[in-house]
């Protein structure tokens, strides 16, 4: 498709599960990006992929938390042994120019831990 | 740490008046800035950006300001019309950085 996406769109989680988020950005596009989003707040940066670059993980909130992106394109945010403070929309951007340009946002996955 | 902010959580206005949505932020290094709108389930939506060598842009009905003295951005939208309701959020950016958001600023449009 022309735009990023994300699946699944909605995730239930019983604590202490793990759970894998997925993004497919804009094909071609270079930087991909994780943000989460707790009800009603603005977007807490995660973590950052530019090309082969090592990725910028400095928002990752705890060890639970890792991405990887394969191949340049798809990228997997997986969560381990979930917390009910994990709840949150995660949302996926891709940029084909870097961190200095306008993002494109996926709709974003709501998890929500019971 | 450093954040990027907005004066009022919520804006409401009469269709047909013209919108101004304030950011303040604090870190003089950024160089960039947009803003986005987010409507109800959906993800953020880029509007327009600034980069800090100008002062002010236009896109179509909306204008971004940019106050590099007082660090301050603004976000102006002409004319506002009920699909403009939605939440705004600026975010700044320094060189080889991912965007940095504000809390938004959610904008009600009355017919």
């Known amino acids: 498709g022309a735009g990023v996406s994300q699946s699944p769109s909605n995730k239930v989680t019983e604590k202490g599960k793990d759970v894998e988020l997925r993004c497919d950005p804009i094909s071609g596009h270079t930087a991909l990006y994780w943000y989460r989003q707790s009800l009603g707040q603005g977007l807490e940066f995660l973590i950052y992929f530019q090309g082969n670059s090592a990725p910028d993980k400095s928002g990752l909130p705890s060890d639970r938390f890792s991405a990887e992106r394969t191949g340049g394109s798809v990228s997997t945010l997986t969560i381990q042994r979930t917390q009910q403070e994990d709840s949150a929309v995660y949302l996926c951007a891709s940029s084909s120019q870097g961190a200095d340009y306008g993002y494109t946002f996926g709709s974003g996955t709501r998890l929500t831990v019971v | 740490g450093e954040s990027v902010g907005l004066h009022l959580p919520t804006l409401s206005v009469q269709e047909g008046d013209n919108s101004i949505i304030n950011c303040a932020y604090s870190?003089?290094?950024?160089?960039?800035f947009i803003w986005y709108k987010q409507e109800s389930g959906k993800g953020p939506q880029f509007i327009i950006d600034i980069r800090s060598n100008m002062d002010k842009r236009q896109g179509q009905r909306v204008t971004v300001l940019l106050n590099k003295t007082v660090k301050h951005l603004s976000l102006q939208i002409a004319a506002t019309q009920p699909g403009d309701s939605a939440v705004y959020f600026c975010?700044?950016?320094?060189?080889?950085?991912?965007?940095?958001f504000g809390k938004g600023t959610t904008l009600s449009v009355s017919s």
């Open positions: 870190n003089s290094a950024s160089d960039y």
């Open positions: 975010a700044e950016n320094k060189a080889g950085t991912a965007l940095i």
